[in-house]
């Protein structure tokens, strides 16, 4: 993996984790007092892990999504291998050094695809859990503006 693949994927995955971390502000409209704002953000807080099912500091606990390390790239390279090895063998007809040669550059390939599904996976995942925070902090907004707080 060269280093400006690993560091993008170390964007990727680190990306969403902050974008996870923040959590709408909320002030005070009707003169609350810094005891009763504690004390509503706590229960918003609560009342939004109950009513939507999500918590965000589990999500972002949770570890990125990975297939195994091997198990999808060895499959995509021998598919692509296999299907490399008969492309080359039909397209030389020296059945040893076409085969070779095709079969090299399909293991290429069906690496190159396996590396590009299994980065696919982990942005949908990512997606997702953004979408459960969202939805989280925007039922806590909802019942912080209940209490008489401006929330941005």
């Known amino acids: 993996m060269t280093k400006t ?3 993008w994927i170390i ?3 680190a990306t969403p984790l902050v974008a996870l971390a923040q959590k709408p502000s909320a002030y005070p409209a009707k003169n609350q007092s810094a005891e009763q704002q504690a004390t509503d953000d706590a229960q918003c807080l609560a009342w939004a892990k109950q ?3 999500i918590d965000p500091a589990a999500i972002a606990a ?4 990975q297939a195994g390390p091997h198990g999808e790239r060895l499959r995509g390279a021998a598919r692509g291998a296999a299907g490399g090895a008969v492309i080359g063998e039909l397209a030389d007809g020296d059945s040893s050094k076409g085969a070779g040669v095709g079969a090299a550059a399909g293991v290429l390939a069906g690496g190159a695809r396996a590396r590009h599904n299994q980065a696919a996976q982990a ?3 990512q997606a997702a859990q953004q979408q459960q925070t969202e939805t989280y902090y925007h039922a806590y907004a909802a019942c912080m503006q209940g209490r008489g707080y401006t929330v941005d």
């Open 51 to 53: 009513n939507t099912g």
């Open 5 to 7: 693949k690993f560091a």
């Open 11 to 13: 964007v990727l995955v």
């Open 123 to 125: 942005q949908h995942a």
């Open 62 to 65: 949770a570890p990125p999504p």
